[in-house]
């Protein structure tokens, strides 16, 4: 195992590039150093942050406690059967890495997800979603290393209790599991699913009237996410910042009225989801700035660090965003990052 480091700058550590200090740092290269960490004088299990590629945190403020860095790697196959291809990545692996490389072994499933950032490990946390797919249509199960009784268990698609953007691992099963690897359910025969946004035309424009395949749609959900999301590594952001509000049917239809051309997303319960990124689009947010914090100017989904934010600039162009769509339509956004300490969630 790696030794500890002692005040680490995790400014390289998360995407939104907020600085913050670790008391203490330790990286993770094999699932079964997890037995040692435990075990370290400086773990707490209630204060332990394990931290993937940190692209779904805010950092307020320097972490008085143990950061352990998942960095163990490996992807194998394990089975094949009935058509689907199990495949196991370690917590570790980069995300978009992970599916580039299903896609160029000729697997299905996991197309529509190309670019989200992070890594393996944070997909089942947040039932990470993009044009039509979430990843709990492609998890098979999860190990994890249960801190209760200090050994590593496997968890069903069913335990894990996906829903959007949520899991056993935001819920209650938070601060017991850590997950090591996940297994993901992958078709040997391409099936598409474009039924989401303008990823259909995209797909369309890249095949040329050929039979499109997987890699056609990564590439065209990869060229679609570049024209709208900023790099990280160039302008610092965590993705998507705010999720799709869910509202029921009368509130929905109440809207249209107003606003005849809002998108909405019929749900199987009958309430609906509806698209913050326009909400936000429509308050002409695009561009506002609050100290070094900004709203994309391309995309009114992501917030970046424009220049140097500070913790306070981010927490309040959030409030300024969710307090002017909740003026406007009566709709509340929540955040999608978590943020650390969780005191400043909105």
């Known amino acids: 195992m790696q030794p500890t480091q002692y005040q680490t700058d995790l400014t390289p550590y998360n995407t939104f590039g907020l600085k913050a200090q670790a008391q203490a740092f330790v990286a993770l290269k094999h699932a079964d150093e997890l037995r040692d960490i435990v075990r370290l004088p400086e773990f707490n299990r209630d204060t332990v942050l394990w931290l993937g590629g940190g692209s779904n945190i805010l950092l307020?403020?320097?972490?008085?406690?143990?950061?352990?860095?998942?960095?163990?790697?490996?992807?194998?196959?394990?089975?094949?059967?009935?058509?689907?291809?199990?495949?196991?990545?370690?917590?570790?692996?980069?995300?978009?890495?992970?599916?580039?490389?299903?896609?160029?072994?000729?697997?299905?499933?996991?197309?529509n997800l190309s670019l989200i950032p992070g890594t393996v490990g944070a997909s089942p946390v947040q039932n990470i979603g993009a044009y039509g797919v979430e990843a709990k249509d492609v998890i098979h199960s999860v190990r994890c290393f249960d801190l209760d009784t200090e050994t590593f268990v496997e968890l069903s698609n069913a335990d894990c209790d996906f829903a959007y953007r949520e899991s056993l691992f935001k819920q209650e099963g938070k601060g017991r599991y850590v997950i090591v690897s996940v297994v993901f359910?992958?078709?040997?025969?391409?099936?598409?699913?474009?039924?989401?946004?303008?990823?259909?035309?995209?797909?369309?424009?890249?095949?040329?009237?050929?039979?499109?395949?997987?890699?056609?749609?990564?590439?065209?959900?990869?060229?679609?996410?570049?024209?709208?999301?900023?790099?990280?590594?160039v302008l610092g952001n965590v993705g998507s910042f705010f999720k799709n509000p869910v509202v029921s049917a009368e509130k929905a239809a109440d809207l249209l009225q107003q606003y005849p051309n809002m998108p909405r997303y019929p749900q199987p319960d009958g309430s609906v989801k509806l698209a913050a990124g326009w909400l936000i689009d429509q308050c002409r947010l695009k561009g506002h700035q609050i100290g070094g914090?900004?709203?994309?100017?391309?995309?009114?989904?992501?917030?970046?660090?424009?220049?140097?934010?500070?913790?306070?600039?981010?927490?309040?162009?959030?409030?300024?965003?969710?307090?002017?769509?909740?003026?406007?339509?009566?709709?509340?956004?929540?955040?999608?990052?978590?943020?650390?300490?969780?005191?400043?969630?909105?």
């Open 185 to 233: 359910a992958l078709k040997e025969h391409f099936v598409p699913n474009l039924g989401y946004g303008d990823l259909a035309a995209a797909v369309a424009e890249l095949s040329q009237g050929r039979e499109a395949t997987a890699k056609d749609v990564s590439d065209a959900v990869c060229a679609i996410r570049n024209s709208k999301l900023p790099n990280p590594n």
């Open 60 to 111: 307020m403020e320097d972490y008085a406690g143990l950061v352990v860095h998942m960095e163990n790697k490996g992807i194998r196959e394990i089975e094949r059967s009935d058509g689907l291809v199990y495949i196991e990545a370690q917590a570790g692996e980069i995300w978009h890495d992970f599916v580039l490389h299903t896609v160029g072994l000729g697997l299905s499933g996991l197309e």
């Open 293 to 346: 914090a900004a709203v994309h100017d391309k995309q009114a989904l992501v917030l970046v660090n424009k220049n140097n934010a500070s913790a306070q600039d981010v927490h309040q162009l959030a409030q300024y965003v969710c307090n002017t769509v909740f003026t406007q339509f009566q709709v509340e956004l929540h955040a999608e990052p978590n943020w650390l300490p969780t005191s400043y969630s909105l």
